[in-house]
């Protein structure tokens, strides 16, 4: 049986109206995504996604910027996201604030942002849920999470510059400070929800003299309370990340390797993505992403150590049917411990292994 919560024919439409909205120059611009897909398994349930499949698989946003002047400008978003059957859907609500923030610009090269701003880190921390960008259905998920160790936004400020723009060597700089609130899915079938605060740290984007080439490192230390902590404790906790970003003409290579360290452990990935132009309107893409956890525990009566590892490799085909109308089709071979049905344990299981195919249509304005 095909699980599902929204009629199917409302989602065409909105897709069909989505890619055939026209902004107007005003100074209120909007701009809006969709992506929609049926998504099953061979067995587990593995990122909400049931044996059985489901078509409650789908990301949507509406953003609205306001210019104040022309250094200045408002910009607010609201998101709708269903991941199926995953325990993370508890922490979700059918609309939530996205982004809310205001812009300021004091000079050609330096700008800030205040309030509820994307988070810059890495490739595609800023553009997580944006279909017609993405070669497959989500980004990464052993990099970036599902709103775990890598958060979309931070409630605080960014402040963004560039540097040597003249030069064929130049460089994007983003620093910023805040907190957000993080899920924590040690145990993916009963996530916890945490905050973080005085998180502080940066981003630094080198543009070489080659199109399209680009290289990245970022990092950043907070503190993190709640989630599986006791009441009033507090850990420490530091993240760092390293980017290739390499879009050519036809050829795409992408590869990052983050580090999360926390409390009594570790969580290392990497992931390798390479994408080809066959034509103008097919794309193959191919993907390894690998995700490794690492656990120390070492108290009085109780220690135990666990080595985890989690792996994915995916293949698919984007079809474009225009610039903001992209079907998609992708399959997954899974092998790791983090499926959202009796996962096993860390420390005395063995993995699991699950295949998992999404079809789906992204399209924007």
Do not use: C
Request: charged share 20%; glycine share 10%.
């Amino acid at each position: 049986m095909i699980r599902t919560t929204t009629p199917f024919f409302l989602t065409l439409l909105s897709m069909v109206l989505l890619s055939g909205y026209a902004r107007g120059q005003s100074k209120l611009q909007i701009h809006g995504y969709l992506t929609q897909a049926y998504a099953f398994t061979d067995g587990h349930q593995f990122l909400g996604i049931p044996d059985e499949g489901t078509t409650d698989y789908r990301t949507l946003a509406l953003q609205f910027g306001y210019a104040l002047d022309d250094n200045s400008k408002l910009v607010i978003q609201f998101s709708h996201r269903r991941m199926g059957l995953s325990p993370v859907m508890a922490f979700e609500h059918d609309v939530k604030l996205d982004w809310a923030f205001a812009e300021y610009w004091f000079t050609e090269a330096i700008a800030a942002k205040v309030g509820k701003v994307q988070l810059p880190m890495g490739i595609y921390n800023e553009l997580r849920d944006v279909g017609t960008v993405l070669p497959f259905f989500r980004i990464p998920y052993y990099t970036y999470g599902e709103g775990s160790w890598a958060s979309e936004t931070v409630d605080g400020i960014v402040l963004s510059t560039y540097l040597l723009a003249d030069s064929p060597w130049n460089f994007d700089v983003s620093v910023f400070y805040g907190g957000w609130d993080t899920i924590e899915a040690g145990d993916p079938s009963v996530p916890v929800r945490a905050h973080v605060e005085d998180g502080v740290g940066g981003q630094l984007w080198l543009n070489t003299p080659v199109d399209g080439l680009r290289f990245g490192i970022e990092a950043h230390r907070s503190t993190v309370s709640g989630g599986s902590r006791a009441a009033g404790e507090k850990s420490r906790a530091t993240t760092w990340t390293a980017s290739v970003d390499a879009r050519l003409e036809r050829f795409t290579f992408q590869a990052e390797s983050f580090s999360y360290n926390f409390g009594d452990g570790s969580w290392r990935s990497y992931y390798a993505y390479a994408g080809y132009n066959i034509n103008e309107k097919l794309r193959a893409n191919a993907q390894v992403d690998v995700g490794r956890l690492k656990l120390e525990i070492n108290e009085p009566f109780f220690s135990a150590s666990a080595d985890a590892n989690n792996r994915d490799f995916a293949i698919g085909f984007n079809y474009k049917l225009s610039p903001s109308l992209v079907l998609k089709v992708e399959h997954h071979w899974m092998k790791g411990y983090l499926v959202d049905d009796n996962p096993p344990d860390f420390f005395t299981g063995d993995p699991v292994k699950v295949q998992y195919t999404i079809i789906g249509a992204s399209a924007s304005f």
